[in-house]
């Protein structure tokens, strides 16, 4: 799993408010079907950019809470919603929500569900602190779905491989419907949305995976810094003469609490 010590905090904050990560939020937000009052949860808030927009959204008599078990995202988070009187930024994981039953009337993890050991557990968490009628919102990555082009492949799969250990599971997509319906929620949705590249932006999705990519093999023993540093070169090099190529699919899921 990523660590988001204060190095990658920094990029993130840069990287989620470009356009492909405000895209993919927004893809959260419009699903959620928000109106003026609601109680809304932004499990795994992050940098608090998604909780920001939700205490907007719901007004003055709404309230929103962002939880997140990292402590450098929940400084930022705090930050960036201090001027919102109805927003509270909590210590918390998916899986043991600090929130009592039937608290929320709208739930979002955005990229939370692939990290976690025990997806059913926090879907049951959702399940619990969500009213009757309540929705829950979740997007993630379909980490199988990566096509990245590379003149070297037989090192763009070491890189692949090694970024493979970052998550825990990859399909969460294809889980969702029986899993929710096993929770007891209905009217459960998957809509798949794809980012496909063939220019490299300082605040794209694709960038910004270089990046964590790069630094993760080597961190952790996967490859060395000497190659990753080699691959990440030669993307920058790629998008230089016009061949770059990156597509990634990630998948809004959506359910209500009968």
């Known amino acids: 799993m990523l660590k988001f010590d204060e190095a990658t905090t920094a990029l993130l904050e840069i ?14 937000f419009d699903a ?37 078990p990292s402590e450098d995202m ?30 929320a009337d709208k739930l979002a993890a955005v990229q ?14 959702a399940h619990r602190v969500l009213r009757r009628g309540g929705r829950f919102v979740a997007v993630d990555t379909g980490c199988k779905t990566l096509d990245w082009f590379s003149d070297n492949p037989d090192r763009m799969q070491a890189v692949l ?15 969702w419907p029986k899993l929710t319906q096993d929770c007891g929620f209905t009217a459960i949705e998957v809509a798949p949305f794809t980012f496909c590249d063939v220019t490299l932006r300082p605040d ?6 270089m990046h964590l990519m790069s630094r993760y093999a080597a961190e952790n023993g996967h490859m060395t810094e000497a190659d990753t540093q080699a691959w990440f070169d030669e993307q920058v090099e790629l998008a230089q003469q016009g061949r770059f190529f990156f597509s990634l699919t990630y998948y809004c899921m959506s359910a209500v609490k009968p």
């Not at 960036?80 to 009592?100: E, H, M, S, W, Y």
């Not at 491989?161 to 889980?175: F, G, K, M, N, Q």
């Open 15 to 28: 990287a989620y408010q470009g356009g492909d990560v405000s895209r993919r939020r927004r893809m959260a």
């Open 32 to 68: 959620l079907h928000l109106a003026q009052g609601d109680r809304v949860v932004d499990v795994g808030c992050g940098n608090g950019l998604l909780t920001e927009e939700l205490a907007r959204a719901v007004g003055p008599d709404g309230h929103v809470t962002g939880i997140d």
């Open 74 to 103: 929940r400084g930022p988070a705090k930050d960036r919603c201090a001027a919102f009187a109805n927003t509270v930024i909590k210590d918390g994981l998916a899986d043991a929500l600090p929130l009592q039953d039937g608290a």
């Open 112 to 125: 939370v569900l692939e990290y976690l050991s025990d997806i059913p557990a926090a879907i049951r968490e």
């Open 161 to 175: 491989a090694a970024w493979d250990h970052h998550y825990i599971e990859p399909r969460v997509a294809a889980l």
């Open 204 to 209: 794209g999705i694709a960038f910004m995976l």
